[in-house]
Structures are given as C-alpha cells and as structure tokens.
C-alpha cells in the first residue's frame, strides 16, 4: 500500500509538473506573438544626416518591438512595395525617400485606402520641382500628406520647443509643450491649417525663435506658424519632419561623418513616437 501511495504522489506532482509546464509555453507562445507587425522602407544615400538618422532608426525600432511586443522588419528593396507583401503588414514606415515606381505608389496608395497603417520620417515628405525628387505623385502629396511641395528649412539643424495639440490618441500622454532633438525643420507649400482632413498634432513654439544660425538670413526663422508632426483624418498615417541629425559637416572631427546629434535622444520624441506606433499598430497608447 505504502508503495502505490508512493507511486499515485509521484504521478500526480508529475501531471502538475506537466500542467505547469503546458501553461508556461503557453503563455511563452502568446507573449511571443507579436501584437503588430512593421516594415520599414529606406535608401540610405547621399545626405549623410538622413543615412545617420536610419542608422540611429534601424537599431531603436527593434529595442522599441521588444519592449512593446511588436514586430519590426526593414529593407531598402522598393520592389517589396507590392499587395503581397505589404497584406503581412499592419505598419509601413518610410525613413527617408519615397517610392518613385508607379507600380509600387499604386500598391502603397491601394494598402492605405484600404485601412493600413504608415509613419513617415522627414525627407519621406519632400518634393520639388525641379530635383531629384520632383513633386509628380499628387495623391501623396497633396491629399495624403496635404502639404505639397517643400519650400525651404532652417539651417544647421537646431533644437525647437513644440507645441503638442493633446486631442488625439497619440498625443494625449505629451505635455503641452516639450524640446525637441537637433533637426533641420522644413516649410511647406500648402497651409495644413486650411485642409479640412488633416488634424496637426506638433508646431512649432514661438519660444523656438529665432530658430536656425543660417550663415543665410533665410534660414533663420523670426516668426511664422510652422506644423511638424500631423495626421491626415481619412487614413491612419502619421508624419513627422524629425529625422535630420546633426553632423559634423565643419570637419572639427577626423571622422567627417560623425554624428553630433540623435533624434531619440529627447525622451519626449521618443514617447511621440512609440505612442504614434502603438495607435497605428493596435489602436491603443498606454
């Protein structure tokens, strides 16, 4: 008797042991699914503060997945811009440029008309004409982002003091106001104000000016209202004009691409940002 006593003890702490076990994977298996899945698009080339920015992007956004159990995938392959692709997808990103493939515009245009989701950084909004990036894909930039084509910057890149418009999901946690990494800032053709459809979460603060050191009189700004971060309401998309390092364009370094500045190192851009990629991936911001 004392034996089978023994042996049905044995069984029953090994049932629990396996029970737990089963839990334990279980759990493990749901923690590791992630809640949203993102891919960045990039090309890296030519301005080295943009290169220096998706560099800095590219090692934040998967520390960022980690913490906040998202998924993030990048490639600087253009071709992946296609229905396929984009459907494992819940966020796009584009860190710098834009895609210039018909085909690939037409396949982006089609993922957010049908409920996608995008952040974009910076020069993933410019366009003029004449460039190397001429305003010719007008739903982009007049009806999606609604601010046209580039009209000029400050310059170097400076610090600002934002204005935070709190009335919306990836705003609510901000402070009203709060400063800002060194970023080259840029002016718009249109007025974000006037269009009905796009809701500006960020500007710049008056407490900014004059803001830039030129050498030229026109990158110094004195006044003016200046949007930064907006949302256009018809789409789930979200853009940011941060994502231009500092660098060390004077040469006081042997290292000529040295970078003086990184966009993430303000908490407050950081936050922006994370909360701005929670709503878009889940539709929730702790």
């Known amino acids: 008797m004392a034996a089978s006593s023994t042996i049905n003890k044995i069984t029953i702490k090994v049932i629990a042991f396996c029970m737990v076990c089963f839990w334990l994977n279980t759990v493990k298996a749901q923690t590791d ?7 960045a698009f990039y090309t890296g080339r030519d301005d080295k ?10 090692q934040w956004f998967p520390k960022m997945a980690a913490k906040y159990h998202f998924s993030y995938d990048s490639t600087k392959n253009w071709s992946n811009m296609n229905a396929e692709f984009l459907s494992h997808y819940q966020v796009v990103v584009f860190l710098d440029t834009r895609p210039d493939d018909p085909a690939q515009r037409a396949a982006f245009q ?10 974009g950084f910076h020069f993933s909004a410019f366009a003029l004409t004449p460039s190397e990036f001429p305003q010719n894909w007008d739903w982009y930039h007049d009806t999606f982002l609604g601010s046209g084509q580039y009209v000029s910057n400050i310059w170097r890149p400076s610090t600002a003091i934002l204005d935070v418009n709190r009335d919306f999901p990836a705003t609510k946690h901000m402070p009203k106001t709060f400063k800002t990494s060194p970023n080259e800032w840029y002016r718009w053709e249109k007025d974000l104000r006037k269009n009905p459809d796009i809701k500006i979460l960020c500007s710049i603060d008056s407490a900014s ?12 700004w004195h006044s003016g209202y200046y949007p930064v971060v907006w949302t256009n309401t018809k789409y789930k998309m979200i853009y940011f004009n941060m994502g231009h390092n500092d660098m060390d364009y004077e040469h006081k370094y042997d290292n000529t691409d040295r970078t003086l500045s990184y966009t993430f190192s303000s908490p407050m851009e950081e936050k922006l940002v994370v909360d701005a990629l929670l709503w878009l991936g889940t539709g929730k911001v702790k």
Do not use: Q
């Open 49 to 58: 503060a943009h290169i220096s920015f998706m560099h800095e992007a590219n």
């Open 110 to 119: 089609k993922y957010m008309e049908n409920g996608g989701g995008w952040m």
């Open 209 to 220: 000016f004059p803001l830039g050191t030129g050498p030229k009189l026109s990158e110094i």
């Open 33 to 39: 699914t992630p809640k949203f899945k993102v891919i």
